[in-house]
């Protein structure tokens, strides 16, 4: 993977990144070996699911994950971990939540967790990480077969 040279890049560089508004949701704090990550859930890398959420067609829990992941070395950056550690072991800690205002207080609650050894991130967990998302996704399909609110009739 190439970097893509933006010195504001918090992917392609060790720079916190704060972007809280309409069309993106995005905090990014590294920690030493970690990077603490606030965004709306994985399920919504999903274009269909997350359409259907947007639509109404069915619900998500918890909309947003904060997440801190391992990066295999504390100068790495989040790019550069893919080629440093495996999924299984990328993936140490997260919460999901659902209060949007309260999204910048729930990263920095979990900065500051980490910074002081109040969460255990000594293992990955990357399987179990997953096999949530997983089966989120398989309740938002469930949901959206027995909505009636689906224009497209269950054809998702």
Known sequence: MDACNLPSCYS???????????STI??????GE????????PEFDSPPAY????????TVENAYITMVVLLGDERATLKQSYQLVS??????????HNNIDNLKGAHDMVVSSL??????????????FFE??????????????????????GKL
């Open 12 to 22: 392609c560089n060790r720079v916190d990144q704060e972007e809280l508004n309409d």
């Open 26 to 31: 995005s905090l990014v704090t590294y920690q």
């Open 34 to 41: 970690y990077a603490v990550m606030t965004t709306a859930c």
């Open 51 to 58: 359409l259907a959420y947007s639509l109404g067609m069915c």
């Open 87 to 96: 999924d299984d072991e990328f993936y140490r800690y997260w919460v999901r």
């Open 115 to 128: 910074k002081d050894g109040l969460i255990d991130v000594s293992q990955g967990r990357g399987k179990e």
């Open 132 to 153: 949530e998302r997983d089966a989120n996704l398989l309740k938002m399909k469930s949901d959206m077969t027995q909505s009636t609110n689906d224009p497209w009739d």
